[in-house]
């Protein structure tokens, strides 16, 4: 999607006037700090391109912050929350828009997934210390003695203090307690397997995505059968929503995971990957970039299968809460591929969707037809992005008119051009003048917060 340069109007905003006075700043922290005012000043263009999105920044911003606020007393609760946020910020919003009891219930299922991931990703660990941990993690779940460090920074912390995690487990309902050991039982034993198994095939990706995703997909399912707010959803649409956010991921993550220091981790099937280069991290070099969009147009078009599912599994669902808890991924992961489709930055760094757009969602989706026109939109977008010359783009696009038939069959699709509006035609003086006041008030909150 091209980015339009905002229209030539003179306007100088001081962003340290946003700043308390005489702010100091450790040694360490100054890099950190000047890296956040690059991306602020960068988000002043952004928000000039997209005047539509101040409104939901804002409202994201202050329901983070009011979030922050809420932490419970108990000592081991409030780690949990906390640690929450560290570790995954978008998912905190989502969780504290959830019943207590159930809240509580998939925090620490969250929590304890992650620790036992951050165990599976410490790739300095070695492989024999490592696997008798992963499928042994479930028991350890009631061992107050237990503990094992690794990982690094705030997942570092996560395993250092997980006997706090523990005793917030051990004060769950005796039916939520025994859905999460399951889970952990399983999916510990899946990533043994795989600690020790290359990713060669579809079916071998597939099964993999299972273990790490599919099944925490099945895990949220039975927690919502357990709090009585939902009917049990299938095991095989269950499984199709956790693989499609994990494979958004793992395409999305290629740099990072190839990069992994002390050894790079793969997960890129070579059944895929083999078709376009003689080792997975050929594709991160220039030369090659040809081939290396065509073979993450192969893995977006793979990711895509599991759409229809996708969209089955949301659309029973009654409590408004766990609606916008699953839906508000799935349609970040439809927007995410959309964007990775046919993009060589894959391979040059991060390609996320942007701050504001990713506020819109969060604000907006609220309904299956709100579901409905994201994917519609977002596949509409993929679809602009496919080339004739591409290997893939018959069955790219074929994967795409199923999506996009599925949302028109709903009947549910009245409005189109919600998040892909790139133009501004639209906006008046006026609203343009708006613009102008509210972007300091967001800058302000930005760059206030945490300081």
Known sequence: MAKR?????????????????????????????????REEMGLLGTIMDHPEEIYPMVKLKMAAAQISKQIPPEEHWAFAYTMLQKVSRSFALVIQQLGPELRNAVCVFYLVLRALDTVEDDTSVPTEIKVPILESFYRHLYDLNWSFSCGTKDYKILMDKF???QIAFLELNKDYEEAIEEITRRMGAGMAKFIQK???????????????????????????????????????????????????????????DINEIPKSRMFWPREIWSKYAEKLEDFKYQENFEKSVQ???????????HV?????????????????????????????LALCYNNVNVFK???????????RVIAETNTMKDVYGAFYEFSALLE??????????????????????????????????????????SYNSIMMMLVFLLVPILLALLFLNKQ
């Open 163 to 165: 006997q706090l995690v």
């Open 295 to 305: 073979c993450l147009n192969d893995m977006v078009t793979n990711a895509l299968i």
């Open 349 to 359: 760094g991060v390609v996320k969707m942007r701050r504001g757009l990713t506020a």
């Open 384 to 425: 602009s992005k496919i080339e004739d010359k591409d290997p893939n783009s018959c069955l790219t696009r074929k994967r795409i008119e199923v999506i996009k038939k599925a949302c028109t069959a709903s009947g549910s699709i009245t409005k189109r051009g919600k998040y892909l509006n790139e133009g501004r035609s």
């Open 308 to 336: 229809e599912d996708c969209l089955q599994y949301m659309a029973p669902l009654k409590d408004q809460a766990i609606f916008r808890f699953c839906a508000i991924p799935q349609v970040m992961a439809i927007g995410t």
């Open 5 to 37: 340069s905002p229209p030539q109007i003179s306007i100088r905003l001081s962003f340290h006037s946003f700043l308390p006075l005489k702010t100091q700043f450790a040694p360490d922290t100054e890099e950190k700090h000047r890296k956040k005012q």
């Open 198 to 256: 290359e990713v060669e095939t579809v079916d071998d990706y597939d099964e993999y995505c299972h273990y790490v995703a599919g099944l925490v997909g099945l895990g949220l399912s039975k927690l919502f059968y357990v709090a009585r707010l939902e009917d049990l959803a299938s095991d095989s649409l269950s499984n199709s929503m956790g693989l499609f956010l994990q494979k958004t991921n793992i395409i999305r993550d290629y740099l990072e």
